[in-house]
T-cell receptor, first 115, second 113 residues
Framework: GAVVSQHPSWVICKSGTSVKIECRSL??????MFWYRQFPKQSLMLMAT?????????EQGVEKDKFLINHASLTLSTLTVTSAHPEDSSFYIC???????????FGPGTRLTVT | QKEVEQDPGPLSVPEGAIVSLNCTYS??????FMWYRQYSRKGPELLMY????GNKEDGRFTAQVDKSSKYISLFIRDSQPSDSATYLC?????????????FGSGTRLSIRP
């Protein structure tokens, strides 16, 4: 199955600063990657769909100016949380889907803590 | 009504028991079904993937799909403490990346030694 990596695995930042999270697809080229957010003991919430070479598609209620997504290559997508606030503290997980078979694989996640 | 319903648990069973995890769905367009296991503070791990009605077996895991009843199940045989995790069902209408995957809320499972 696909291997997806994320970096960093855990980050602590001060309120008002920006944080960048990287997601890499290691097994196959991904024209589409997905970013999810998960609060403790809750299910995954799709934030946005990252499209290689074009603008990301954001889900309703997700601020595109706050959560900047860049998908510059077929193996790398980045999520930047701008002007982070404590309420942005969460577990961010990226995912890729094998378009030939439909299986979706997740990265290990990034835990963001904003102080 | 949510598109996918999953009992959140928690479900606690003794080691060695057979575990049954279930999801129901309302959208008859769903054709692809997945089960994920998620340990605390980790990303979900794909356990089973199927796109047809019936059973699919992989080791101690069996995925069952009944499209007529809009009901899917995951069975775990000879459960182990290491199976303690949250299990998420997921489904979509197509294998294409353009087709959204809808997740259940997850069932927390605890296997007692």
């Amino acid at each position: 199955g696909a291997v997806v990596s994320q970096h960093p695995s855990w980050v602590i930042c001060k309120s008002g600063t920006s944080v960048k999270i990287e997601c890499r697809s290691l097994d196959f080229q991904a024209t589409t990657m997905f970013w999810y957010r998960q609060f403790p003991k809750q299910s995954l919430m799709l934030m946005a769909t990252s499209n290689e070479g074009s603008k990301a598609t954001y889900e309703q209620g997700v601020e595109k100016d706050k959560f900047l997504i860049n998908h510059a290559s077929l193996t790398l997508s980045t999520l930047t949380v701008t002007s982070a606030h404590p309420e942005d503290s969460s577990f961010y997980i990226c995912s890729v889907r094998d378009s030939r078979l439909g299986e979706q694989y997740f990265g290990p996640g990034t835990r963001l803590t904003v102080t | 009504q949510k598109e996918v319903e999953q009992d959140p648990g928690p479900l606690s069973v003794p080691e060695g028991a057979i575990v049954s995890l279930n999801c129901t769905y309302s959208n008859s367009a769903f054709q692809y079904f997945m089960w994920y296991r998620q340990y605390s503070r980790k990303g979900p791990e794909l356990l089973m993937y199927t796109y047809s009605s019936g059973n699919k077996e992989d080791g101690r895991f069996t995925a069952q799909v009944d499209k007529s009843s809009k009901y899917i199940s995951l069975f775990i045989r000879d459960s182990q403490p290491s199976d303690s995790a949250t299990y998420l069902c997921a489904m979509s209408a197509s294998y294409s990346s353009a087709s959204k995957i809808i997740f259940g809320s997850g069932t927390r499972l605890s296997i007692r030694p």
